[in-house]
Structures are given as structure tokens and as C-alpha cells.
């Protein structure tokens, strides 16, 4: 054994054995550009600089790993917060300076990120190294905020992103109890799906909503066979496969587009020796029938007081806009009185336009700041460049959007007289879908009596 303030004798060591050491461990952090610096630290250190009134710092390269993780100390996590910044902290509050100011951020936002990042400093088990999204993600919990944080921290260069998809949570709650074989063959179908291939057959990646409806089809399917003794998805025959389909409906359709996926993805892996989805034919998808609304609810959403909420509702009804197509609008895009979609370019209605003249004035009065370029922003997208989410603002409006759409395309396909090509032009439609709407000119239901909502006579010029 090593004595104490004497160097070790490797010849006697030897003799008996090896003692053991763990390399590039630090005995204590002393942050950079105060006092003497740690040998770690030195490698990496540099002089706080101002460059376009940023400051510049360097993360570390190395990261002390732990044993295990102890939850934080409240009392000890309060005091920490409280000392002097270090050359990392002046970093980010310089980026936070300068993003929150083009961004038109609040005092309070700007606060409250800065207190988040110093809570994040505290809770660093390698103080000045980057930080994981992971980390961010649990400030809510003690007292902090995250999206904003992670928006500072991802320009400052100071974010590793290890987020897991929600699809991956999803994939792994509903094959915790599947055979081990099983469940390794659905892992490599599921990173096909969402990363794709570059290896031959090449495969491009698929949109995660895609393979959540495909689990959410083969759920209940997968377990059958499991209890059933299936150990692997090669045991899996044509036979098998049918008789575990469901009879009819969207439950079908959903089925057979998962496992179609899946045993397609297997095989192209070698995973599986026989696709037993090949040739056979699909299911037809049970196509709804396209119906009114009530003419008072659109009334009551388009004379709203919500600026928001009556042009969006007013650009669905008038000229039938998608609500993915809303998400994405930009300012630019409406010039002149005509909004430009893509390779379509749309003449706006009048109470169209009068709804956008009063919501441009209710959005310049309050985010004058903004540099989001979307048309439509909120509370949360304001101070940043990022588009709303598809359910703003019809939560607000009480309405779907897609039922809105549909009603304003019924309107005009009985007001045309079951003119296809018409509907084809002013709505981008297909041949197909537009058919939907064409057939519902026989159907008992809507022969007899007006259809439609008058949407014209319901909006107040």
C-alpha cells in the first residue's frame, strides 16, 4: 500500500499486485478567470472577450461522469445562485442581452431566463461544460422556466440536445411487455421509420406522427401473438395475419398500413425470411361523407372579438385554408388584397380583408417588437421565430377547422352545380377528393334544402 507523502515504488508494487487508479479526476472546480485554475480547466481557459457586445467563452471538453445522481439540495441551491457569476454565466446573460432585445422580449421573461440559466449552473456536475435539453427540461420543477432557456442556451452554443421523440415514449410504454426478439425487430422497424436508410434498400424517413398511428394499429395485434407464444415476427404467417386483422373500419386500415410498414422494413433488413403482407390487396378507406355546419356557430366565430380568432375563421370559410396552411402563413405572403399559397394565389374577400386590417392593428399594438415573421403569433411565439400550433386559435373559436373547410367546399360545389374542375382550381383540390364532395349532390340528406351557411350574409362588412 501507498504511504502516505511518498511516491510509489512500482518495483515493490509489482511484487504484489497492481493498485488501481481513476484517471482525470479533479479534486475541487475553481471557476475560470477567478483565483488559480484546476489542471483541468487550464487546457480550455481563455479571456472573457466582447465581440459585438457578446462575450466569448469556451464549454469544456471533458465531463466528469457520476456514480449515481443525489436530488438537489433547496437550501444549498439558493445559496449557490447567489455568488458571482463565472465566465459561463456572463457568457449566456451577454447572449440573453443581445436575443432578448432583438426578440422583444419582456423584463420579466428575460429575468426569469436568467435566473433559470443560474439554476442550471448550480446543478452542473462539470461547472463551465455544455448543458443537456434533458437538464432544462426538469426547471419547471424547481421554480424555473424552459423553453425560453433552451432557446438561449441553443445560441449560445451551449446545448446538447438529447431530447427523446415522444413517439420513442410512446414505442416503448406499448411493447414493454413483448417478447425480447419481438421487441428488437419493432426497435430496428421504428429507427428505419424515423431516421431512414442510407444503406441499400435506401429508405427516407418517415414523419414520427406516421409511426405512432402505425404502433397504435398493431398494438393490440402484437400482444395477441405474444400471448398467443410468438416469440419473433418471423413466425408470422399469411395466414396468421389475416385472420388477426379486424373486420372492417379505420381499425383495419390502420392495421394493414402498419404491419405493411413493418414487415416490408424487416425484410429489407433480413430480419424476417417472408413478407407475409405481399400481394394482398388493400382495404378500401371507408370515405366520409362531407356535412353542413351550423350556419350560427361560423356567425357567432367570425363576428368574435378576437382578432385571431375571426380571420382565421373567416380565411377557412371564405377561401377554405388548411389549418397547416394557416400555421405557416407569413406576413409577406398577403400583398395587395391576395394571399399567395404555394403556387396559389388568392383574391381575399372583403370581410376577409376587413378581419386582417383589424388584426394586423391588434398584432402591431401588442408585440410591436416581434421578429416572428408569421402571420399569426401568440403569447408564446411572439418572442420567438417559431410558427403556433394547429390548434390556434380554434380551441378559442370552438370550431374545427377541417369541419369549417368542408362546409365552405360543400357550399360551393352545390352552388356550381357539381362543378369538379371549379372546385379543383379554387381549392387545390385533387380529382379524388373533390369527388367527395361532388357525390354528396345525390345523397338524401343534402338533395333537399340549402346547403351551405351563407357565409357572405353572416359576416358583418
Not at 402498419?258 to 371507408?286: A, E, H
Request: some cysteine.
Amino acid at each position: 500500500m501507498k504511504e502516505p507523502g511518498r511516491a510509489v515504488d512500482l518495483a515493490t508494487v509489482s511484487r504484489n499486485g497492481q493498485q488501481l487508479y481513476l484517471a482525470n479526476l479533479h479534486h475541487t472546480y475553481v471557476p475560470r478567470g477567478k483565483g488559480k485554475r484546476s489542471r483541468g480547466n487550464a487546457a480550455d481557459a481563455e479571456h472573457l472577450q466582447h465581440h459585438s457586445h457578446v462575450a466569448q467563452f469556451t464549454p469544456l471538453r471533458w465531463r466528469q461522469l457520476l456514480l449515481f445522481r443525489m436530488p438537489p439540495n433547496q437550501g444549498a441551491l439558493k445559496r449557490r445562485i447567489t455568488v458571482p457569476d463565472t465566465e459561463m454565466l456572463t457568457y449566456c446573460d451577454s447572449v440573453l442581452r443581445d436575443h432578448a432585445a432583438r426578440h422583444g422580449w419582456s423584463k420579466k421573461l428575460t429575468n426569469e431566463v436568467k435566473r433559470s440559466l443560474k439554476l442550471l449552473h448550480a446543478l452542473q456536475d462539470t461547472p463551465g461544460a455544455k448543458i443537456h435539453a434533458s437538464d432544462v427540461l426538469e426547471l419547471p420543477r424547481i421554480g424555473g422556466t424552459a423553453l425560453s432557456t433552451l432557446e438561449i442556451l441553443a445560441a449560445a452554443d451551449l446545448l446538447i440536445d438529447d431530447r427523446t421523440l415522444a413517439v420513442r415514449h410512446y414505442f416503448a410504454k406499448h411493447t414493454a411487455d413483448l417478447p425480447p426478439a419481438m421487441v428488437s425487430q419493432l426497435q430496428t422497424w421504428l429507427d428505419v421509420m424515423i431516421e431512414g436508410s442510407r444503406q441499400a434498400p435506401r429508405r427516407r424517413a418517415r414523419h414520427p406522427q406516421t409511426a405512432h398511428l402505425h404502433i397504435l394499429g398493431m398494438n393490440s395485434i402484437l400482444r395477441t401473438w405474444a400471448e398467443e407464444g410468438y416469440q419473433s415476427l418471423a413466425e408470422v404467417s399469411r395466414k396468421d395475419f389475416v385472420a388477426a386483422l379486424p373486420a372492417r373500419g379505420a381499425h383495419r386500415n390502420f392495421a394493414e398500413q402498419g404491419f405493411r410498414s413493418l414487415f416490408k422494413v424487416l425484410k429489407s433488413q433480413k430480419m424476417i425470411f417472408i413478407d407475409p403482407t405481399r400481394g394482398l390487396p388493400i382495404t378500401p378507406v371507408s370515405a366520409t361523407v362531407p356535412l353542413p355546419l351550423d350556419s350560427e356557430a361560423i356567425r357567432k366565430a367570425l363576428n368574435s372579438p378576437d382578432p385571431a380568432v375571426a380571420l382565421a375563421v373567416a380565411l377557412v370559410a371564405f377561401h377554405a385554408v388548411t389549418s397547416p396552411q394557416l400555421a405557416a402563413m407569413q406576413l409577406t405572403d398577403v400583398r395587395d388584397g391576395r394571399l399567395t399559397l404555394q403556387d396559389r394565389t388568392i383574391p381575399l374577400a372583403g370581410p376577409v380583408l376587413t378581419r386582417l386590417s383589424a388584426y394586423l392593428d391588434h398584432r402591431s399594438k401588442t408585440w410591436p417588437a416581434t421578429l416572428n415573421a408569421h402571420l399569426f403569433i401568440n403569447r408564446k411565439t411572439a418572442p420567438r421565430t417559431t410558427p403556433v400550433s394547429r390548434n390556434f386559435p380554434w380551441i378559442a373559436a370552438q370550431l374545427k377547422p377541417q369541419a369549417l373547410r368542408e362546409d365552405r367546399i360543400l357550399q360551393e360545389i352545390h352552388a356550381t352545380g357539381g362543378d369538379v374542375r371549379r372546385i379543383c382550381d379554387l381549392f387545390g383540390l385533387s380529382i379524388t377528393a373533390a369527388l367527395r364532395y361532388a357525390n354528396t349532390l345525390e345523397h338524401p340528406d343534402l338533395a333537399n334544402g340549402p346547403i351551405g351557411n351563407s357565409v357572405a350574409s353572416s359576416a358583418d362588412h
